[in-house]
Structure formats: structure tokens, C-alpha cells
């Protein structure tokens, strides 16, 4: 392999890690949640959560001028969780990773299943 492809941790061997597990195990709880509870209540509490995020950047006024606040709110959650999801879904080169993929999410989403209660309590 090419050294200059290394400099900066680009480059070597995607293999499974720590993080693409716990990516992959947060992709799975949240799409749990979204089959068990609903789109629309995960999203909406989302959107709760995000408001509350940019109300404490400080930065919330100025984004309420042009409409981000509201209408984006949703996406700056799950837009990062399911890029980093289709990212690590895209590093599968063999059926091991695959497996390890498949493994993660479906662990998350089983902690969803049993989680389902408190959650929806949360949301509400």
C-alpha cells in the first residue's frame, strides 16, 4: 500500500472497529424505534430534541430568522446517524462484515423492542 495513503488514518483497513459497531447498533435502535413506535413520533420528538439543541448553541435565534430551526429540525438527527449507517454499509467488502453489520442492527433494534416503553414515556 501506497504511505502516502496513510497519512492523516486515510487509507489501511476498514475493518470492523468499535465505533462502526456502535454506528451501526444506534442505526438499528432508531430505525427499532421508528417500526415499533412510529415515524412520526420519532421524528417529532427528533425535533423536540434538535429545537432544544440549537436553543442551547445559541445560535437558535438566528436560525429561527430563516426557517431552519423549524423545518430541518428532524434531519440534523437522523441525517448524520444514517450517513455514518450507509458509510459503514458501503465498507462491507465480505460476508464477515456483513455479518458483523447485520449483527450490530439487529441488536439495536431487539434493544428497541425492549426498550419500546420506556421510550414512548420519554416521549411524551
Do not use: C, W
Not at 33 to 61: D, N, P, R
Not at 85 to 103: D, E, W, Y
Amino acid at each position: 500500500m501506497d504511505p502516502m495513503m496513510m497519512v492523516g488514518g486515510f487509507g489501511g483497513d476498514d475493518g470492523v472497529n468499535l465505533f462502526s459497531i456502535s454506528v451501526n447498533i444506534l442505526f438499528g435502535f432508531v430505525a427499532g424505534l421508528m417500526l415499533f413506535i412510529g415515524v412520526g413520533e420519532v421524528l417529532a420528538y427528533g425535533s423536540t430534541l434538535a429545537e432544544q439543541l440549537i436553543k442551547l448553541t445559541g445560535y437558535g435565534a438566528q436560525m429561527a430568522q430563516f426557517g431552519f430551526a423549524t423545518t430541518a429540525a428532524p434531519y440534523i438527527v437522523l441525517a448524520p446517524l444514517g450517513g455514518l449507517a450507509v458509510k459503514q454499509l458501503s465498507a462491507v467488502r465480505t460476508l464477515k462484515s456483513f455479518a458483523f453489520f447485520a449483527g450490530a442492527v439487529i441488536v439495536g433494534v431487539a434493544a428497541a423492542f425492549l426498550s419500546q416503553g420506556y421510550v414512548s414515556t420519554l416521549m411524551h
